[in-house]
């Protein structure tokens, strides 16, 4: 895929959410990453100053303890904006890193030029609101799940958002991400195969 056609699916991206932004105010050139599967696009500590758009693949925010335990932050499925608000807009290094869990085709402007090329834009500044309204809901989702959800049920929340990853990612991950020990999860995917055979 070439780079007018990864610009035209970046710009397709916001048009089918609704929003008719004037992408000739866009006159950046943007980078093409192409991450393979278990390929870090960038790492904890790193700087991640850009705005990501991943427009195949799949991938996997991971954070690394002072430890060295890992823990799985969240997914993210193509097509999507993604990348570290808290790098991005302020320069500071990434608190976790991006990691592909599948091959994964990915387009990238620096976000403080790309900001003050498009902040003009009503429609822009709408996406942008409306963008970081999202992640302050799933944020707050995800933190009373933890509160008020059994480990089980948040496995089986996972099982439906990410279907396809609960037979082909380690189960460390799984349980990193439902914030349990890959012991637990296992006694966990047990009892529910003994319900599902009883």
């Known amino acids: 895929m070439d780079r007018v056609q990864l610009q035209n699916s970046f710009q397709a991206y916001f048009n ?17 990453h192409l991450v393979r599967k ?3 696009l960038f790492q904890q500590g790193d700087t991640a100053n850009r705005l990501y758009f991943l427009h195949t693949g799949l991938v996997r925010y991971v954070s690394v303890s002072d430890q060295g335990k890992e823990f799985t932050q969240t997914f993210v499925k193509g097509s999507r904006i ?15 890193g991006i990691q592909a869990l599948k091959d994964c085709m990915i387009l990238s402007y620096p ?15 709408e996406w942008y609101v409306h963008f970081l309204e999202s992640i302050f809901i799933v944020k707050e989702e995800r933190e009373s799940a933890f509160v008020k ?8 929340d996972f099982c439906v958002d990410y279907p396809e990853l609960k037979d082909s990612i380690p189960q460390q991950q799984i349980a990193s991400y439902i914030g349990i020990t890959p012991v ?10 003994g319900k599902r055979a009883s």
């Open 184 to 193: 637990a999860l296992s006694r966990i995917r047990k009892n529910l195969l």
């Open 16 to 32: 089918e959410l609704g929003y008719d932004i004037d992408w000739q105010q866009l006159t950046l050139p943007l980078e093409m």
């Open 149 to 156: 959800h059994s480990a089980e049920r948040r496995y089986l």
């Open 82 to 96: 993604m990348g570290s608000t808290k790098a991005m807009v302020t320069g500071a290094k990434a608190l976790f």
């Open 111 to 125: 976000w403080q030029a790309f900001y003050e090329q498009m902040r003009q834009d009503k429609y822009f500044l």
């Open 38 to 40: 278990g390929d870090y």
